[in-house]
């Protein structure tokens, strides 16, 4: 089942899960384990789509510059909310700015 249409420069949230013994600011969801070692918790990413695969899957752009390969009917991907984007909107901007710069020929 299809969720979203992606298209090349769309922007994405990814809610990635993670495990530390020490979330971040960013952490959302947060539980401890069931020892307490540690904790489990949420974190989204701002990522962009550089590329919409023919079998479906998306070549995505982090902030850092990776390129990973997401299903795009994954459940943990999702367009960004428009406070998101307004909030967010340096975030934004530096990552459109750097799928312009891959792409423009030299």
């Given at each position: 089942?299809?969720?979203?249409?992606?298209?090349?420069?769309?922007?994405?949230?990814?809610?990635?899960?993670?495990?530390?013994?020490?979330?971040?600011?960013r952490?959302?969801?947060v539980?401890?384990?069931?020892?307490?070692?540690?904790?489990?918790?949420?974190?989204?990413?701002?990522?962009?789509?550089?590329?919409?695969?023919?079998?479906?899957?998306?070549?995505?752009?982090?902030?850092?510059?990776?390129?990973?390969?997401?299903?795009?009917?994954?459940?943990?991907?999702?367009?960004?909310?428009?406070?998101?984007?307004?909030?967010?909107?340096?975030?934004?901007?530096?990552?459109?700015?750097?799928?312009?710069?891959?792409?423009e020929?030299?």
């Amino acid at each position: 089942m299809k969720r979203f249409s992606w298209s090349v420069g769309d922007f994405l949230v990814y809610r990635k899960s993670k495990v530390s013994k020490n979330p971040g600011p960013r952490a959302k969801n947060v539980s401890p384990s069931a020892r307490g070692d540690s904790y489990g918790y949420t974190v989204d990413k701002y990522w962009i789509v550089k590329d919409v695969l023919p079998e479906g899957s998306l070549l995505v752009k982090t902030m850092r510059g990776k390129e990973l390969t997401l299903p795009s009917d994954d459940p943990a991907l999702r367009k960004p909310y428009i406070w998101e984007r307004w909030f967010l909107r340096k975030r934004f901007r530096l990552l459109s700015e750097s799928l312009q710069q891959r792409t423009e020929p030299a």
